[in-house]
Every structure is written in C-alpha cells, then in structure tokens.
C-alpha cells in the first residue's frame, strides 16, 4: 500500500513539472498546451471564415464554458486526478499479473518500433480509434455512462470548443478500456503519440466546428461536420433509440457497421437530448449530475 501511495503522491509533483515546462518551453513541436491553443485558434478562424450557420455568434451559446472545460479536461483534469490514477492503477494491475507470472508485455504481440514508421503510426491510430468508437457507443448504451455523456451532449449550438466539453469520468471510461490495446502493440513512444493526438485533436474540432463540410468522397474514411451533427441531433430516429454516427475520427466503423444516419442538410437541426432544457448549465452542478441520475425513458 506504501508503494501505491507514494506512486500516487509522485504522480503529481512529476505532472506539475512537466505542465511548467510545456507553458514555458517553445522549442519542442510536440507542445500539447500550445499545439491544441493553435489548433483551436485555426479551426476557430475557418468558423469565422465559412460560417455554416450564419446567424450564429461568433462567441456562440456557451463558448466560454466550452472553453473551460477544453483546457480543465486536457490539463488540470490530468493535475487533479487522472495522472495519478492511471500511474497506481497501471502499477497494481502489473503487480497482479505478476503474481500469475504475466507482464503488460506478455500481451504485446506487435512491437511498433520494429516496423516501418509509417505502418506502426497507422497501426496505432486505427487501433485506437476502433477501440473509442466502440467506447462512445457504450457511453450511449449503458444509463449509468450516458449519464456522464450527458455533459457533452448538452451542447445546443456546434462549435469547435464544444469538441471538449465532456464529464471528467470520460476519459477515465477511454483510457482503461484503451489500456489493454495499446499494450498489444507497444513500443510506440512519446512522438507517436502526439502526431495521433495531434490530428485526432484536429479532426475533432472540425467534426465539431460551424462549418458545413463532408470531405466529399473521404466522408466515407473520416468524420466530419456534416455527418457529426446528426450525432448530436435531439430527436433520434426510432429505430436507434442508442444514437448514430459514432464516429471519433473515422467514420468508416459507422458505414461498415450501419449505425450512420444523414437523412438530409442538418444545418439547423435542434440539438441535444430529451428534456435536456431541465439539465445544469454550469460546470459544478454538470459534473454532479450523474450522482442524481434518472432512468431514460423508453421509446416505444
């Protein structure tokens, strides 16, 4: 339990370091803090450039409160709990396959590093991205994850911040169901990571920007604005009570798995979810919510 607890405490002086060094050292691309500030501020400027809706404000309903949550969930999230976290719990689950003679390496059945540079990154971006689809369709699936979905799909008006807004128990769902999938195919380093983090990021903030693009015939391989919306849309076809177009990056597991559904234009498509006029609207009582969770109701 020692070793735990000081893995844990470690956890945190080790995090603040390395944010004081990505707020004031420049010189390295793989910048997350002011890679995703740049990425924002591109992505903002094409919504201000091509405007889908036009009629929407520039600083849009709930702009700033998205743009909390995009810089507490990157970063102070990771401050708060999440580093440290994901170190014990990552420490346990090692020591408990050693009991049985095991290691997270046990499971690695492709070593990144012995293949070309190329073929390891998109090894590593489709397994990831298979895997989170999958995730986002349990968050939809389950009452008790929905619940903490909730917080994202309260957004009423898409813009690029809006990409970010999510329950802090999200990326703690993504990160252990990813866990074991990236252990399969180890070896990726610190640079890896980031290209695919960078233009997962990219994507992402697209998918959810004021504009009104499909990629034409890429809308099959990558998600995007158009497609998006629809996952998003209030009012679910009754035949998927459980949502469509769950997409993170791609969208081909939609097409290839039938849950994709652009019926027609959704430019102005009320979005969010049943009753959700009744749901917080700060970030305290969003973050409290699922603790007070009431069942969906059933459509016939």
Not at 56 to 78: G, S
């Amino acid at each position: 339990m020692e070793k735990y607890l000081d893995i844990f405490t470690k956890s945190y002086s080790s995090y603040w370091n390395y944010l004081k060094y990505e707020l004031i050292d420049l010189n390295h691309w793989d910048n997350y803090f002011y890679g995703l500030i740049l990425i924002s501020v591109l992505v903002w400027i094409l919504e201000i450039a091509f405007p889908w809706r036009k009629e929407q404000a520039l600083f849009r309903k709930d702009f700033w409160l998205d743009t909390f949550y995009m810089f507490f969930n990157f970063f102070l999230l990771n401050l708060i709990i999440l580093i440290a976290l994901s170190n014990t719990v990552s420490e346990a689950f090692n020591d408990v396959l050693g009991l049985v003679g095991l290691s997270v390496s046990s499971f690695q059945l492709v070593d990144i590093k012995a293949l070309p540079k190329w073929l390891g990154l998109f090894i590593l971006f489709i397994v990831s991205d298979f895997v989170q689809w999958n995730t986002h369709r349990l968050l939809h699936r389950f009452e008790w994850l929905w619940n903490f979905h909730k917080v994202h799909h309260s957004i009423k008006e898409m813009g690029f911040a809006g990409h970010l807004r999510y329950h802090w128990m999200e990326p703690i769902v993504y990160k252990s169901l990813l866990y074991i999938p990236l252990a399969v195919i180890g070896g990726f380093d610190a640079q890896d990571v980031a290209i695919v983090y960078f233009f997962n990021i990219t994507i992402g903030h697209l998918n959810h920007a004021n504009l009104g693009w499909d990629y034409g015939i890429l809308k099959y391989i990558f998600n995007n604005p158009k497609m998006h919306i629809w996952h998003h849309v209030k009012e679910l076809p009754k035949c998927e009570r459980f949502g469509v177009n769950f997409g993170i990056t791609l969208s081909i597991w939609d097409y290839l798995f039938k849950t994709d559904y652009i019926p027609r234009d959704g430019r102005d498509i009320e979005l969010g979810f049943e009753d959700d006029e009744n749901f917080p609207k700060d970030f305290l009582s969003q973050s409290a919510y699922p603790a007070f969770q009431r069942k969906r109701k059933k459509t016939l």
